[in-house]
Antibody, heavy 121, light 108 residues
Framework: DVQLLESGGGLLPSGGSLRLSCAAS????????INWVRQAPGEGLEWVSA????????FYADSVKGRFTISRDNSKNTLYLQMNSLRAEDTAVYYC??????????????WGQGTLVTVSS | DIQMTQSPSSLSASVGDRVTIACRAS??????LNWYQQKPGKVPQLLIY???SLQSGVPSRFSGSGSGTDFTLTISSLQPEDFATYYC??????????FGQGTRLEIK
């Protein structure tokens, strides 16, 4: 079974830094793009960042560009999100999600349970 | 960026009802449209991908349709476990994606 396990969340002050991890198992991690998606308390889903299977391509939402860095270590089957200059509006549950699909389109089939990041102002 | 607008934002319905949720894209996204269900405190679950393809294991009472800018998710006969929040998501590009704001489906 596919498993995605996020960790690294916590409570920290505005301006702080945090690194999230997403440990993957049960599938060929190095063959799939993987994304970070977040959800503020009581709010909807917001795409944060994406990384290709080989780390060549990295993309960011405008709201985090210049502050967050996505990376992966295929030898450890782990995805990371380095979050700097955190703001109160970054408070959310952060999910990692695998990208699956074909020529008909891509989608998120597998999601982790999420890790909560709380930034106090 | 592509904007996704769902309607309604919330909906009250009864078990057995037929329910339709709409999703509109700000530009044509062909059939690159997915639907997810999220229950309180739970992780989003894929229901429909590529506008109308049912994800394996999802009950056949769920269906999706549309192309271009206008899409719908239909639940043919609501079951108690279907009360949740539903999100559409465009996957027109691999460099970014946008979700609709969500439709909360509540028990009448």
């Amino acid at each position: 079974d596919v498993q995605l396990l996020e960790s690294g969340g916590g409570l920290l002050p505005s301006g702080g830094s945090l690194r999230l991890s997403c440990a993957a198992s049960g599938f060929s991690f190095s063959s799939h793009a993987i994304n970070w998606v977040r959800q503020a308390p009581g709010e909807g889903l917001e795409w944060v960042s994406a990384i290709s299977s080989d780390s060549v391509y990295k993309f960011y939402a405008d709201s985090v560009k210049g502050r967050f860095t996505i990376s992966r270590d295929n030898s450890k089957n782990t995805l990371y999100l380095q979050m700097n200059s955190l703001r109160a509006e970054d408070t959310a549950v952060y999910y990692c999600a695998t990208v699956k699909g074909d020529t008909s389109g891509w989608y998120y089939r597998d999601w982790g349970q999420g890790t909560l990041v709380t930034v106090s102002s | 960026d592509i904007q996704m607008t769902q309607s309604p934002s919330s909906l009250s319905a009864s078990v057995g009802d037929r329910v339709t949720i709409a999703c509109r894209a700000s530009q044509s996204i062909r059939s690159y449209l997915n639907w997810y269900q999220q229950k309180p405190g739970k992780v989003p679950q894929l229901l429909i991908y590529a506008a109308s393809s049912l994800q394996s294991g999802v009950p056949s009472r769920f269906s999706g349709s549309g192309s271009g800018t206008d899409f719908t998710l239909t639940i043919s006969s609501l079951q108690p476990e279907d009360f949740a929040t539903y999100y559409c998501q465009e996957s027109y590009r691999t460099s970014s994606t946008t979700f609709g704001q969500g439709t909360r489906l509540e028990i009448k």
